[in-house]
């Protein structure tokens, strides 16, 4: 136990049991809600010319989908190794937990075969890199199983629905009243929808959104003939 304190609280370990340390202590507030886990995540609006496919799978993971070549910073960083997908508070803490076990591997076997002095604080400093950089690959292998749990989706917008065909699932519709069901791929979505009664629509009838009425959020609907 001496000897395992000694090493975490010696350079180079104890520059990541540091940062560890302020990790633990996040990760306590955030079991007892004093914090959000994605508290530092951000909708950044990147201005760079990305080629993209236009039928991207929503399960892709984004860094196969994106040329990261117009990306820089820590943007393009994390983007190009994988770092995506997941909150980035969760992304930190696994690098950083990573980091640490790789420099606390390598001063338990390696350090006491340095003679002391100068050279060896100059190793400790070329070690707190590469820990660094060996556990970018390693964070990026850990967190893929998770990117699952944590894919959002955007909800849908309803002006954007306008041009697609939905099934009436009530007796009628009016200018008034009415409903349409519209397959969505998933359990469906029931909409209100409006129409001229001239129209004659009727339960199962075929109709298309043709316009949305913001002010109680009803379709203008045509019957498709």
Not at 64 to 80: A, I, N, R
Not at 156 to 169: D, R, T
Not at 199 to 222: C, E, H, M, P
Request: proline share 3%; glycine share 8%.
């Amino acid at each position: 136990m001496e000897l395992f304190l000694q090493n975490i609280t010696s350079f180079p370990v104890v520059v990541f049991t540091f940062l560890l340390a302020i990790i633990c202590c996040y990760w306590i507030l955030a079991m007892i809600g004093a914090v959000d886990i994605d508290m530092f995540d951000i909708d950044a609006d990147i201005d760079v010319d990305v080629d993209v496919d236009a039928d991207v799978n929503i399960n892709t993971d984004i860094s196969s989908d994106l040329d990261t070549e117009g990306l820089g910073g820590v943007m393009g960083f994390m983007v190009k190794w994988g770092l995506t997908g997941i909150p980035v508070t969760v992304i930190v803490s696994v690098l950083i937990a990573t980091s640490w076990l790789i420099c606390y591997l390598v001063v338990s076997l390696l350090y006491p075969l340095i003679p002391w002095g100068g050279f060896k604080y100059l190793i400790g400093v070329v070690l707190l890199i590469v820990s660094f950089l060996l556990s970018v690959p390693v964070t990026a292998r850990l967190i893929r199983p998770f990117k699952k749990i944590f894919v959002s989706h955007s909800a849908v917008k309803k002006p954007s629905l306008i041009g697609m065909e939905c099934v009436v699932k009530t007796g009628k519709v009016n200018s008034q009243f009415g409903q349409a069901e519209l397959e969505d791929g998933g359990a469906g979505m029931i909409l209100d929808v409006r129409a001229d009664e001239a129209l004659n629509i009727r339960k199962g009838d075929l109709v298309i959104l043709t316009a949305y009425n913001d002010d109680d959020g009803s379709f203008q609907v045509n019957k498709v003939e």
